[in-house]
């Protein structure tokens, strides 16, 4: 809105509903960064979702990715280490289940070398 004499006006609002609706969307897109989306998809989306121009997006998706770094770098290995270990004992139940014998075998094998079992190749 701008007001006479050509400034700016912010709009009615609760205080601190941009802030909410940050979070909301940075949390949509590593949500969707962890699902494998392109930056293409989730530029799209976030066009979609929540009406943001391309650059706004673009922003919410390099702070997504730092987001994403600081974690990492915070991670304690052994607890990395644990939570690839519960993904892969996921996806060796459902292997299992679905006689998917091959993805099995290869989820055990991830999990071998994750804890050190597997026996070194000469």
């Known amino acids: 809105m ?6 700016r006006v912010k709009p009615p609002g609760r205080a601190g509903q941009k802030a909410v609706d940050i979070a909301e969307q940075l949390h ?13 998809e989730i530029r799209q989306a976030l ?6 121009p ?3 997006a673009e922003r919410r998706l390099k702070e997504a990715r730092e987001q994403q770094v600081r974690e990492l770098e915070q991670l304690d290995r052994k607890e990395l280490a644990a939570q690839l270990i519960g993904a892969a004992a996921d996806i ?8 998917q014998l ?8 991830f999990i071998s070398r ?6 070194p190749r000469n």
């Not at 701008?2 to 400034?7: I, S, T, W």
């Not at 060796?92 to 006689?99: D, G, I, P, Q, S």
Request: zero cysteines.
């Open 2 to 7: 701008a007001q006479p004499g050509g400034k």
């Open 28 to 40: 949509s897109v590593r949500h969707m960064l962890n699902n494998g989306r392109s930056s293409y």
């Open 47 to 52: 066009a979609i979702q929540y009406g943001l």
């Open 54 to 56: 391309d650059r706004t």
């Open 92 to 99: 060796l139940k459902e292997a299992k289940e679905t006689r």
């Open 102 to 109: 091959s993805n099995a075998l290869g989820a055990l094998g």
């Open 114 to 119: 994750l804890t050190g079992l597997e026996m």
